[in-house]
């Protein structure tokens, strides 16, 4: 569907230099702060207090607005892309960021809908719902009376995205000179392709289209449905969902958290195995419990599309760790971008897998794992880097990066909510009636109908 097929708005808002000259002005300082503090380290033998130095680049981080935070949130979930002293910091930055003011919404909504924008819903909430990252949600109610969330993109997104993905190669490109364990290049451009789509509002509708299409049969998870007419390049208008925080569950019966963990376990993985498509953000904020404990699933700016080779590779190594079969393994591996593997890097693979897929090998009622120090796979993560840089290293593909963040951070909401599910019957069931081709067929005919094109 085309903005003017939507009724919306077409209101680009171009990169500039001038605009990331003043953004990189905004970081530059605590970036170059880093780069000293860990160069002098390096060579010159300096001595850093690393969870010291972590808790001031936290809050260095914590009052920005926009990418940067953002990506600091991915890079917190992604496995050894960071030292474990930072990770632990970063996990502490929320995407509740203090909202912009009515003075900003006011101009953005006239931008977006025109003067006499307010003539067009019975009521706009001037204070925030919500506040992230990139924007923020005002809820507000239509003339026809259907209650919506009204998603604002802030000012100058495209010119910070290009400003803060820079400061992400300096900043990895750092910690690879302090640490070579994993090569972070395709970490980065898988980074940097999610975050110019979650800038493209009109395309996140459509990823909203599709996961209502996807998940239609299910009962138990529900979908916005986009507002055409009051939807732009940098305004998105849904149905609101109304629910409750999942933090808001941890000390719910135990049988209500279990029908929780298995309705969201549904809501991600169902389009996965069914289409290839996986919702790239498994944060807390991006969706909430209804009614009966079903799942509201939101924000669909991060949306990843995989070949069926990428989900059947995922099949295949389970099979394998079933089976203790190295070369099944190897196959699968390589099915996801994997190469030149040796017998040791092999085995460090199968380390990391066997923590990740174990859950759906017990065929036992049971909880996702355990945290350590307040992080899912902590100690197991720990060991692989070590044996990693013994190793001399991996590189890891695209396509990996967040397929594996999904997991683990699905893995933390299970863990916070105590959950015993017998994961191995769950997955068995999604599984059992996989074909690549039948997978290829529903993916391509899906995809066309909302005009998504295959991630990059």
């Given at each position: 569907?085309?903005?003017?097929?939507?009724?919306?708005?077409?209101?680009?808002?171009?990169?500039?230099?001038?605009?990331?000259?003043?953004?990189?002005?905004?970081?530059?300082?605590?970036?170059?702060?880093?780069?000293?503090?860990?160069?002098?380290?390096?060579?010159?033998?300096?001595?850093?207090?690393?969870?010291?130095?972590?808790?001031q680049?936290?809050?260095?981080?914590?009052?920005?607005?926009?990418?940067?935070?953002?990506?600091?949130?991915?890079?917190?979930?992604?496995?050894?892309?960071?030292?474990?002293?930072?990770?632990?910091?970063?996990?502490?930055?929320?995407?509740?960021?203090?909202?912009?003011?009515?003075?900003?919404?006011?101009?953005?909504?006239?931008?977006?809908?025109?003067?006499?924008?307010?003539?067009?819903?019975?009521?706009?909430?001037?204070?925030?719902?919500?506040?992230?990252?990139?924007?923020?949600?005002?809820?507000?109610?239509?003339?026809?009376?259907?209650?919506v969330?009204c998603?604002?993109?802030?000012?100058?997104m495209?010119?910070?995205?290009?400003?803060?993905?820079?400061?992400?190669?300096?900043?990895?490109?750092?910690?690879?000179?302090?640490?070579?364990?994993?090569?972070?290049?395709?970490?980065?451009?898988?980074?940097?392709?999610?975050?110019?789509?979650?800038?493209?509002?009109?395309?996140?509708?459509?990823?909203?289209?599709?996961?209502g299409?996807?998940?239609?049969?299910?009962?138990?998870?529900?979908?916005?449905?986009?507002?055409p007419?009051?939807?732009?390049d940098?305004?998105?208008?849904?149905?609101?969902?109304?629910?409750?925080?999942?933090?808001?569950?941890?000390?719910?019966?135990?049988?209500?958290?279990?029908?929780i963990a298995?309705?969201?376990?549904?809501?991600?993985?169902?389009?996965?195995?069914?289409?290839?498509?996986?919702?790239?953000?498994?944060?807390?904020?991006?969706?909430?419990?209804?009614?009966?404990?079903?799942?509201?699933?939101?924000?669909?700016g991060?949306v990843?599309?995989?070949?069926?080779r990428?989900?059947?590779?995922?099949?295949?190594?389970?099979?394998?760790?079933?089976?203790?079969?190295?070369?099944?393994?190897?196959?699968?591996?390589?099915?996801?971008?994997?190469?030149?593997?040796s017998?040791?890097?092999?085995?460090?693979l199968?380390?990391?897998?066997?923590?990740?897929?174990?859950?759906?090998?017990?065929?036992?009622?049971?909880?996702?794992?355990?945290?350590?120090?307040?992080?899912?796979?902590?100690?197991?993560?720990?060991?692989?880097?070590?044996?990693?840089?013994?190793?001399?290293?991996?590189?890891?593909?695209?396509?990996?990066?967040?397929?594996?963040?999904?997991?683990?951070?699905?893995?933390?909401?299970?863990?916070?909510?105590?959950?015993?599910?017998?994961?191995?019957?769950?997955f068995?069931?999604?599984?059992?009636?996989?074909?690549?081709?039948?997978?290829?067929?529903?993916?391509?005919?899906?995809?066309?109908?909302?005009?998504?094109?295959?991630?990059?």
């Amino acid at each position: 569907m085309t903005k003017k097929e939507r009724g919306g708005k077409s209101s680009p808002e171009k990169s500039s230099f001038t605009r990331r000259v003043r953004r990189y002005a905004k970081v530059s300082t605590t970036m170059t702060g880093l780069a000293a503090r860990l160069a002098g380290q390096k060579y010159l033998g300096f001595d850093i207090n690393k969870p010291e130095h972590a808790r001031q680049l936290m809050e260095s981080l914590g009052d920005l607005k926009g990418p940067l935070l953002k990506i600091a949130q991915l890079l917190a979930t992604i496995p050894e892309a960071l030292p474990q002293e930072y990770v632990r910091e970063l996990q502490k930055l929320q995407s509740h960021a203090p909202p912009m003011g009515w003075p900003f919404v006011r101009r953005r909504m006239t931008a977006e809908l025109g003067a006499g924008w307010e003539r067009k819903f019975r009521s706009f909430e001037k204070e925030a719902a919500a506040a992230a990252s990139l924007g923020q949600v005002h809820r507000a109610v239509t003339p026809e009376g259907a209650d919506v969330a009204c998603k604002l993109q802030y000012p100058d997104m495209e010119s910070a995205v290009v400003a803060d993905l820079n400061q992400l190669k300096m900043i990895l490109a750092l910690f690879e000179q302090y640490d070579r364990t994993v090569s972070t290049s395709e970490i980065q451009k898988e980074i940097a392709a999610r975050l110019h789509e979650e800038l493209d509002y009109d395309l996140e509708a459509r990823h909203m289209q599709l996961y209502g299409f996807m998940l239609k049969d299910e009962e138990n998870v529900h979908v916005p449905e986009i507002v055409p007419d009051l939807s732009t390049d940098r305004l998105l208008t849904a149905t609101w969902l109304e629910g409750r925080e999942m933090m808001g569950f941890v000390k719910a019966p135990q049988e209500q958290r279990n029908r929780i963990a298995l309705n969201l376990f549904r809501a991600w993985y169902v389009p996965l195995y069914g289409y290839g498509v996986i919702h790239g953000d498994p944060h807390l904020g991006n969706y909430s419990v209804g009614g009966n404990d079903s799942i509201n699933l939101m924000d669909f700016g991060c949306v990843r599309v995989f070949p069926s080779r990428f989900v059947g590779g995922v099949i295949t190594l389970y099979h394998a760790l079933q089976q203790d079969d190295v070369d099944m393994a190897v196959a699968a591996y390589e099915s996801w971008g994997f190469k030149d593997m040796s017998k040791q890097l092999i085995e460090v693979l199968n380390m990391w897998a066997r923590f990740l897929y174990g859950p759906v090998l017990d065929n036992k009622v049971r909880t996702i794992g355990v945290v350590t120090k307040g992080i899912y796979g902590r100690e197991v993560a720990h060991k692989v880097h070590q044996e990693l840089r013994k190793i001399g290293g991996v590189k890891l593909p695209r396509e990996f990066v967040f397929m594996d963040r999904a997991a683990l951070g699905l893995g933390s909401v299970f863990l916070h909510l105590k959950s015993e599910v017998n994961w191995y019957k769950l997955f068995n069931e999604l599984i059992a009636d996989f074909d690549a081709e039948a997978l290829d067929r529903r993916q391509k005919k899906a995809l066309k109908k909302y005009n998504i094109p295959v991630s990059s």
